[in-house]
């Protein structure tokens, strides 16, 4: 016997004492010991060497030698492979690479093997201690959500307390920016939004899904009654049942039609974490059964997507603009910012709870100047102050064009630049001066589209022009209502072109409004969630930029072609046909590659796998969504889900998932990665957590890892999807895979919670973004896009247009289609096609509707479900026992309908009705109502899909119609409405 | 000398997230603390009530909250009423004992601001602690401070004295203090409540094009007195601010190069936006 084999026979002889001694010291092990009666066999290939273990009732014993039946059997192809698999803090990829080229081969009962391999894993994970003793039986966890990262106490198995974090002695420094004789350090804590403070009362909701739940008119053995969907009343069931169901439907739809007859998606977002998003989990079962995925619609992005991307590129950005560096460069160098369609202070940029608002205190002890342009006063507008500037919804791009129009006319503009830096500007000037279409676009010519004088136009366009000015368009940059109007194309292109005119990049001259572009530390990796997780998915996440070097997974593939776009589903179930457009962050034309459903070859989707947050408030013209549900050709509905609302009431069968505090994960403040690349630059500091399973799941709630796991072992999948790992285990390899192991132990900071990165010195801090390109430089700021193949020139040289720089004409429309008239080739105003233009539907419904993301909710998150968000009287308005979603109209137009302040109103056109509170007030320009989007709650007082909604989802009423034909982009701020009292229901 | 808690509220750096009204129910709701507190219902109990405000007219209006709360008064109507059921600690804290005030309901009538509150099921007033429990376990902020994000509230411990010299220093003010109860809760930039503004802007003529005012001055007159002047900005826009409501007759000069004086009379009754003026 060779040493190596004698190591082997060793190790197996150790292995049994190393379990006898654990289950000694550990109760939970000697518990999970005692749940399975099995024989488990490790060996070579062979059979030249093994060892075989007997458990039973709770002991192990083990004998040397092959068994000839074993339950469980792990056998290595040589005993190199076994030395190197075996060995304690083993390298995973040896373990992955042992198992992908057959050298592992791991056979046996699903549930057997998972149980063996738990046990195994186990070994390396017992004993670890996680959060802080604070005394009087409370423990302090860490938790991370999608409005900043969180303190959780916890009593008796119970969360007790959820708080900002306050750092202590041990965390790293703040960094301090000098400006203007003074110095801004933000202060050592996070910040967290409302909702975030409300996540107990979301834990412990009323509303909380407990256990499987069945229609109970649903018979998958006899009839469906698809049409009692979102009507019948549910019956609880065991998981065994549910999850009984659910597999042998999947085994039973790709039997009759094929995998693509199975159809899932997901809400824009989910409950926080790398494992837990849905670009992680989620992707690696759905790969690994096959299916129709639901493709996203660029959400929030649509113009800057569908539009400004032909100007300068940024398809890694989704069409927004790069941060790098902002926040030193504004506070030093700005003097006005113009906020444009940009209310950070409610939106929060995006998971980025206050931490803006810190440095945004910042420009009022500056005194820097501040423009606001929404037609809604909004929330940043009624803080910091400034001149707020009122357009009527849609009409944005018109205000632009005639800035453009007195800069050129006045000569205000950077001539040099426009001259050396950008392409086309002759086209457009001529254009804008009306020598094209015999209409010069002046501050006159404006104020008939938007209702804003022309002389507030030239005063703004002179002060611009003058003053080093800063736009944030959107929250962050990106975003913004204005880009979700049927004219949000040409607005996001507008605002290129502006910042074109005016010297991108120069000191003082940039877009941003210290929302992003903090001087924190971006060389440290950890990735965001839209690397991908675990999910082993090459294709659809950003995993292959550095996760998956760095943490080796089995690559999970689907096989199916065909997708549905999400804003299509009701046409592809109702109508059995649809088209779409891709959001495709790769490469400019990627967007222009049409498809089709069903797709060649495919079946139609039988089957729909729902996931998330419901899209009845957060999609568009959403009765379609009821309706489609209601539909025979869906044969199985199962919806996952952790509350009891929105589109959970529509499933057949409901699979209670957990919320994040009662699993583990891991995940840093802000950090989406992927298409908002250094997304933390947000933050203050940079905040990775380890995030804590804080409590056991309630009631028989499941961690959605764990539901996908449960079906995968009914589907023989449980190895590939899980790798015989536990959420901890995928922790601990995400922990690995990052730069923390270089500051910080496993054991510490699963014991602490969370670390702050440290910031970099002053001279290492990141350059100003788009310094480089105004000074014709190779790029300088630290992100990888555009892709080496998208240069022109040299690499690193230009912008990802054609050209190299930002196009006015821009070559990519150009070649794609230069004569769409909804996307000429340069920024155009083209009035809305639904707004005061569209004339026999204004005179019906003559107030336009905006719905922006709500300010103390986050999607659906928040809302409902009993949440101590409800309470907000600018949220909901309790009336009669019912908490009512907010709308809000000008005086002026309440008064002519008879309406005050806390009237029920009915809002409604021909796509439905929605019955809301009013709020009565000036903050929306006449001929304009607001009301959030996002309300979590679906209550139609009769037929679902046909009758008016009391839960608040105002997007029932916005228009179906692609933003522009050519795209897969929402215009919900284009939307008609007429408001009357309500009577209550007839 | 003894120091009490102070909680301090600025109006002007408030932005209405309600993280403090969040924080507060994230405290007490399902949480007892026993010696101090019963758990606070769900739903319904505000004991830190942000309300909005909003002043002017179109397109010239602004948007603030008020932060409402027991005022930890040091000459406190309850405690006067409760019978021992209410008291006052050393540290300012006022507290309600939860079980000598049960089925007291009367007591939520003893506040003269509204912020003693019914707990139905638990048939107890309620209200703010200025969660005394965490003081006491050392904490150094109540959870609505700690969960504020620019600081509009602030807890402080001080003396009467150095109370004020904050005051003075700062400008602090109590909220409706015609009811002389010596209240813990102070209020920064309370004009933004509880006064008014005259606004508008100013246009003019030239070369065929109505243009903005920009650097018109005016002046805010009061019979011959004058109250205030200003420029207009470059949108033409001007705003007399802290002016008290129901204030009277009010004459309004602008001036600009060129032109002829322009003069308005008005009579204040609320935040007024007067429209745009133009000037010939």
Request: charged share 25%; with cysteine.
């Amino acid at each position: 016997m060779s040493f190596k084999e004698l190591k082997f026979t060793a190790t197996l002889y150790g292995l049994e004492k190393l379990i006898r001694i654990k289950a000694k010291r550990y109760p939970s092990y000697a518990r999970h010991l005692a749940t399975k009666d099995i024989t488990a066999q490790v060996k070579l290939k062979d059979n030249t060497a093994g060892r075989y273990y007997i458990f039973k009732n709770g002991n192990v014993t083990s004998k040397s030698g092959i068994h000839p039946n074993p339950d469980v059997c792990m056998a290595f192809e040589d005993v190199e492979v076994a030395a190197r698999i075996l060995k304690p803090g083993r390298n995973l990829l040896d373990f992955i690479n042992a198992g992908k080229n057959f050298q592992l081969a791991i056979q046996g009962a699903d549930d057997q093997v998972m149980w063996f391999l738990e046990t195994l894993n186990q070994l390396f994970t017992l004993g670890l201690e996680y959060g802080t003793d604070m005394g009087k039986g409370v423990k302090r966890y860490t938790s991370n959500t999608n409005g900043g990262p969180v303190f959780v106490y916890v009593k008796d198995g119970k969360i007790i307390r959820i708080t900002p974090i306050e750092f202590d002695e041990k965390d790293a420094r703040p960094w301090t920016i000098t400006a203007r004789g003074k110095n801004f350090t933000p202060p050592r804590k996070t910040t967290v939004s409302p909702y975030t403070l409300a996540w107990k009362s979301m834990v412990y909701s009323p509303d909380r899904l407990l256990y499987p739940l069945k229609r109970v008119d649903f018979d998958p053995h006899g009839n469906r009654n698809p049409q009692n969907r979102g009507i019948s009343g549910y019956e609880r069931i065991s998981w065994d049942e549910a999850l009984d169901i659910v597999a042998s439907e999947i085994k039973r739809v790709k039997r009759e039609y094929g995998p693509g007859a199975i159809m899932n998606g997901s809400g824009s977002h989910h409950t926080w974490g790398n494992l837990g998003y849905w670009l992680s989990t989620r992707l690696r079962f759905f790969n690994s059964v096959g299916f129709t995925p639901i493709t996203h619609n660029p959400d929030s992005w649509e113009g800057w997507y569908w539009g400004a991307v032909h100007h300068w590129g940024h398809t890694m950005r989704l069409g927004g603009a790069e941060t790098y560096g902002t926040v030193e460069d504004l506070l030093k160098n700005c003097e006005m910012v113009v906020f444009w369609s940009s209310d950070p202070e409610a939106t929060s940029g995006v998971y980025g709870a206050h931490e803006g608002t810190i440095r945004r205190q910042w420009l009022k002890e500056l005194g820097i100047k501040m423009v606001h342009i929404d037609p809604y006063y909004n929330h940043t507008a009624a803080w910091l102050g400034g001149k707020w500037l009122a357009p009527k919804p849609g009409t944005d791009s018109a205000l632009a064009l005639a800035i453009a129009y007195v800069w050129i006319t006045e000569n205000l503009y950077d001539q040099e630049y426009v001259a050396t830096r950008t392409e086309g500007f002759e086209k457009w000037k001529d254009y804008i001066l009306g020598k094209e279409d015999g209409i010069p676009k002046t501050p006159e010519w404006q104020e008939e589209e938007t209702g804003v004088p022309a002389r507030d136009v030239r005063a703004l366009a002179r002060e611009w022009g003058k003053k080093k000015t800063y736009l944030v368009a959107g929250g962050i940059i990106g975003f913004g209502g204005a880009c979700r109007t049927a004219t949000g194309t040409q607005w996001a292109r507008a605002m290129v072109c502006l910042m074109a005119m005016q010297g991108l990049g120069k000191p003082g001259v940039n877009m941003g409004c210290l929302q992003q572009g903090t001087p924190v530390n971006t060389k440290f990796y950890f990735p965001g969630y839209a690397e991908g997780g675990l999910s082993g998915d090459l294709e659809g996440t950003a995993m292959a930029v550095s996760l998956y070097q760095r943490m080796p997974q089995l690559p999970t593939v689907n096989t199916v072609y065909q997708r549905v776009p999400r804003l299509k589903i009701p046409e592809a179930i109702l109508e059995g046909r649809c088209i779409g457009y891709p959001t495709d962050s790769k490469t400019i034309e990627g967007q222009f590659l049409k498809y089709e459903y069903p797709a060649p070859g495919y079946p139609k989707v039988k089957m729909y796998y729902k996931y998330g947050g419901s899209h009845f408030g957060t999609m568009v013209d959403t009765n379609r969504y009821a309706r489609a549900y209601r539909s025979e050709e869906l044969e199985f509905v199962v919806n996952q889900s952790i509350w009891f609302e929105g589109e959970a009431r529509f499933a057949d069968i409901i699979l209670p998932a957990c919320t994040s505090f009662e699993r583990w994960d891991i995940g840093e403040f802000a950090n989406c990665g992927g298409y908002i690349n250094h997304s933390y630059t947000q933050c203050n500091h940079r905040v990775i957590v380890l995030q804590h399973k804080c409590i056991e799941p309630l009631g028989e709630s499941k961690s959605d890892y764990q539901i996908f796991l449960e079906l995968a072992k009914r589907l023989g999948l449980a190895i590939p999807y899980s790798e015989g790992m536990t959420e901890l285990d995928w922790c601990k390899r995400m922990f690995d895979a990052s730069d923390l192991p270089q500051y910080i132990t496993w054991k510490e900071f699963l014991k602490k919670g969370y670390f702050v990165v440290p910031n970099p010195p002053e001279e290492l801090r990141d350059p100003v973004a788009y310094r480089w390109y105004a000074e014709d430089r190779p790029k300088d700021t630290p992100e990888i896009s555009p892709l080496p193949a998208d240069y022109t020139e040299e690499y690193g040289k230009g912008l990802q247009t054609q050209s190299g720089k930002i196009e006015f004409e821009c070559s990519s429309l150009k070649r794609f289609d230069p004569d769409d008239p909804e996307r000429p080739v340069i920024c155009k105003y083209l009035p809305a096609w639904e707004g005061p233009h569209t004339t026999e539907l204004y005179k019906k419904y003559p107030l336009q509707l905006i719905s922006p993301h709500p300010r103390y909710s986050f999607h659906t998150m928040g809302d409902g479900k009993g949440s101590f968000i409800n309470e907000i009287e600018d949220h909901r308005v309790q009336i009669d026992g019912h908490y009512y979603w907010v709308i809000r109209i000008n005086p002026e137009d309440a008064g002519a309908r008879g309406i005050k302040n806390n009237d029920l109103v009915k809002v409604y056109n021909d796509r439905g009705e929605v019955i809301c509170a009013a709020q009565v007030t000036a903050r929306v320009r006449p001929g304009t109502v607001h009301a959030y989007e996002s309300s979590a709650l679906y209550e139609p007082l009769g037929e679902p899909g046909n009758s008016a909604d009391r839960g608040g989802c105002v997007n029932i009423l916005t228009p179906s119609r692609m933003i522009i034909k050519k795209s897969h982009g929402m215009a919900a701020n284009s939307c008609l409405v007429e408001v009357s009292k309500w009577e209550g229901e007839k | 000398m003894t120091k009490r808690y102070y909680l301090i509220y600025d109006l002007a750096k408030c932005i209405g997230c309600h993280n403090c009204l969040m924080a507060c129910k994230d405290e007490h709701v399902d949480n007892e603390w026993p010696g101090y507190t019963l758990p606070q219902p769900r739903h319904g109990h505000k004991w830190i009530n942000i309300h909005r405000i909003e002043r002017g007219q179109y397109p010239h209006i602004d948007v603030k909250y008020i932060a409402r709360l027991c005022r930890h008064c040091d000459d406190a109507p309850c405690i006067k009423a409760a019978g021992g059921a209410i008291y006052k600690r050393p540290d300012g804290i006022v507290m309600i004992d939860p079980g000598k005030a049960r089925g007291k309901k009367e007591l939520t009538a003893a506040c003269p601001y509204g912020m003693i509150l019914w707990n139905e099921e638990r048939e107890v007033p309620q209200k703010c602690t200025l969660c005394a429990h965490l003081i006491d376990q050392g904490w150094q902020k109540t959870r609505c401070v700690q969960a504020c994000p620019t600081g509009a509230l602030r807890l402080e411990k001080l003396t009467k004295e150095e109370m004020e010299h904050m005051i003075n220093e700062e400008k602090l003010e109590v909220l409706d203090p015609g009811h002389d109860t010596s209240p813990g809760v102070y209020y920064k930039n309370l004009y933004l409540y509880n006064k008014c503004f005259i606004s508008g802007s100013v246009a003019v003529e030239i070369e065929g094009k109505t243009e903005c005012a920009d650097g018109a001055k005016v002046i805010l007159r009061q019979g011959q007195e004058e109250i205030a002047a200003t420029t207009a900005d470059c949108f033409g826009d001007f705003k007399f601010d802290a002016l008290p409501r129901n204030s009277g007759l009010y004459i309004i000069e602008i001036l600009f190069d060129g032109c002829e004086k322009k003069i308005i009379e008005l009579e204040l009754k609320n935040s007024l936006n007067v429209g745009t003026v133009f000037l010939t």
